[in-house]
Nanobody, 115 residues
Framework: QVQLVESGGGLVQPGGSLRLSCAAS????????MAWYREAPGKQRELVAL???????NYADSVKGRFNISKDKYKNAVYLQMDSLLPEDTAVYYC?????????WGQGTQVTVSS
C-alpha cells in the first residue's frame, strides 16, 4: 500500500499565503499524476489543481493566477503554493495520487481564510 502524509494547513488572513505539502511512501509505484482537491461544508469535492508526470498542470478557474502546484519526483511529493487567499478558499484540502493500479487519498488538511 501507499500512504500519503499531508501538512501545511492552518488559519490565515485574506491576502495571506500557505504552502501545502503531500509526500507518498510505502510500496513502490508508477506515478501517473498527483492532484489537490478541496471540500467545503455543504459543497461537492472539487479539483483544485493537478500535475502529471511530464509536468503538465491544470487549475480550477477560481484559483488560476493565485495557486501553483509543483512536484519533486525524488521525494514523491507534491506541493500547493497558495497566495492571495480568499475566504472562499476555506475548505479541507486533500492530496490524491494516481498510479497504474489505484488512487490514494491523504487524510485532508484544514485551510481557513478569515479576518
Amino acid at each position: 500500500q501507499v500512504q500519503l502524509v499531508e501538512s501545511g494547513g492552518g488559519l490565515v488572513q485574506p491576502g495571506g499565503s500557505l504552502r501545502l505539502s503531500c509526500a507518498a511512501s510505502g510500496s513502490r509505484f508508477a506515478m501517473y499524476g498527483m492532484a489537490w482537491y478541496r471540500e467545503a461544508p455543504g459543497k461537492q469535492r472539487e479539483l483544485v489543481a493537478l500535475i502529471r508526470v511530464n509536468g503538465d498542470t491544470n487549475y480550477a478557474d477560481s484559483v488560476k493566477g493565485r495557486f501553483n502546484i509543483s512536484k519533486d519526483k525524488y521525494k514523491n511529493a507534491v506541493y500547493l503554493q497558495m497566495d492571495s487567499l480568499l475566504p472562499e478558499d476555506t475548505a479541507v484540502y486533500y492530496c490524491k495520487l494516481t498510479t497504474r493500479t489505484a488512487d490514494y487519498w491523504g487524510q485532508g488538511t484544514q485551510v481557513t481564510v478569515s479576518s
